[in-house]
Nanobody
Framework: QLQLVESGGGSVQTGGSLNLSCAPY????????MGWFRQAPGKEREAVAS???????IYADSVRGRFTISKDIAKNTLNLQMNSLEPDDTAMYYC????????????????????WGQGNQVNVSS
């Protein structure tokens, strides 16, 4: 059973930066599709970014150019570098992983991911 353990997050002011990490304990994540999702209070969970097992990356329009998703193969971690943060980025952030092959149209759908991290809170104040 794959376990995803997240770290990072916290509170910053508008324009600040934060980094989230996700460690898939027990398995090398090389062959997994992985993604970051977030859920703000009173809103549905939404996709932020995904990275396919073979590398292609997708970003939500709202974060493109500000957020960077990456895999650190040596450390076996998934990272989300968040720059130029805005109050609308305030949410609980979750990493997700799944081994099933996915075409691009499905990589940003939460129902396509079997394993989920515990979530980390990100707060951005104005």
């Amino acid at each position: 059973q794959l376990q995803l353990v997240e770290s990072g997050g916290g509170s910053v002011q508008t324009g600040g930066s934060l980094n989230l990490s996700c460690a898939p304990y027990g398995y090398p994540f090389t062959y997994y599709y992985m993604g970051w999702f977030r859920q703000a209070p009173g809103k549905e969970r939404e996709a932020v970014a995904s990275i396919a097992a073979d590398g292609p990356i997708i970003y939500a329009d709202s974060v493109r150019g500000r957020f960077t998703i990456s895999k650190d193969i040596a450390k076996n971690t998934l990272n989300l570098q968040m720059n130029s943060l805005e109050p609308d980025d305030t949410a609980m952030y979750y990493c997700a992983a799944d081994k099933r092959k996915k075409v691009e149209a499905y990589r940003m759908k939460e129902t396509e991911y079997k394993y989920w991290g515990q979530g980390n809170q990100v707060n951005v104040s104005s």
